[in-house]
């Protein structure tokens, strides 16, 4: 099979290419250096696949470098849906390009495998043979947990791509802390709660509190809420029907050593709240009342759970996908 470089900024594309076996060279192209790391990369690579949040304008001047090279390449967007730009730039026809993004939009590493069987199938016609992409559960549990009758229930709410790729670690250790404090704890996954399926509202229905490091608006920038911002970015929507107290979680990138001693690499609403996120996580840990007669409160903010180092395959990325 030929060697694919695959290049994302979802760190759940590079974890579930890592973990499909498929010969594949990953990296991040937010830490990859054009000048000295990327020529390498692309030399041991038979095709390229990039994937991009944010547009061809994330990373002008890897895509300068990449076409200069002459290496076939797969420009992607971070949404589910092609974007026109980098499809127009791509060296392969759009068809492919369109087919790409849906192996990893479904994401997990059996679809990885078949992505780099199809591009080497139909970019470079080694005859390998491929499947289409599957379709994968669009939410569920994560794990099997205890359950203990009598306890509260807190939810724990994260992306779907998290699950596929395995990048579930940082769930994990929130659950546990949760079991800790004298409540039970439901894991839970799911691609966006925007038009989200009534089955998930079910699940979550099942929750006394609940911890989202979803937007709860599907959005990708918590800052924007009360920041001068939109407003409705923050909208719980539909979590407001479950009538329970809802707190907006942070799935970050750096170790939780790292955001406890430094108040930079965040956004203005983050750094404001910091001693109040500490506050929300207290709250949190207690054992929340199974009541649901009172109002629904919200949190924007709270003390990331730990992860690895940047890049780390501890490390969460948030990504929505």
């Excluded at 059996?110 to 069987?117: C, Y």
């Excluded at 750096?254 to 709250?283: F, K, M, Q, V, Y």
Aim: glycine residues 10%.
């Amino acid at each position: 099979m030929s060697t694919v470089l695959l290049l994302s900024t979802a760190d759940t594309d590079l974890l579930a290419a890592r973990a499909s076996g498929a010969p594949y060279r990953i990296g991040n192209p937010t830490r990859v250096d054009v000048s000295e790391e990327l020529p390498a990369l692309v030399a041991g690579s038979d095709i390229a696949v990039v994937r991009l949040l944010g547009g061809k304008r994330a990373w002008e001047d890897g895509l300068a470098a990449l076409k200069a090279s002459g290496i076939p390449t797969v420009l992607l967007g971070g949404e589910t849906v092609p974007d026109a730009e980098l499809m127009a730039e791509s060296s392969v026809p759009a068809g492919v390009v369109a087919e790409a993004l849906r192996y990893l939009v479904e994401g997990g590493s059996a679809n990885l495998v078949e992505l780099a069987r199809f591009l080497s199938d139909t970019v470079l016609l080694t005859g390998e043979g491929f499947v289409e992409p599957q379709q994968m559960p669009e939410y569920g549990v994560h794990g099997e947990r205890p359950y203990t009758q009598g306890r509260p229930t807190v939810g724990v709410l994260f992306y779907r791509a998290h699950e596929l790729s395995g990048n579930t670690a940082f769930v994990d250790t929130l659950c546990d802390a949760v079991e800790a404090r004298g409540a039970n704890a439901l894991p839970v996954y799911c691609g966006s709660l925007r038009g989200a399926d009534t089955g998930l509202y079910e699940i979550l229905g099942k929750a006394d509190a609940l911890v989202a490091t979803v937007l709860a608006a599907g959005g990708t920038h918590a800052s924007q809420a009360s920041a001068g911002g939109d407003e409705e970015a923050w909208d719980i929507g539909a979590l407001t029907d479950l009538d329970i107290p809802v707190l907006q979680g942070l799935c970050l990138t750096s170790s939780h050593a790292a955001w406890e001693g430094s108040d930079a690499a965040l956004s203005p609403w983050t750094r404001r709240c910091r001693s109040r996120s500490r506050s929300s996580t207290a709250a949190s840990s207690r054992s929340p009342s199974p009541s649901r007669s009172r109002a629904p409160t919200t949190s924007r903010c709270m003390s990331p759970t730990p992860s690895g180092p940047r890049g780390s395959p501890e490390s969460p990325c948030g990504t929505p996908c």
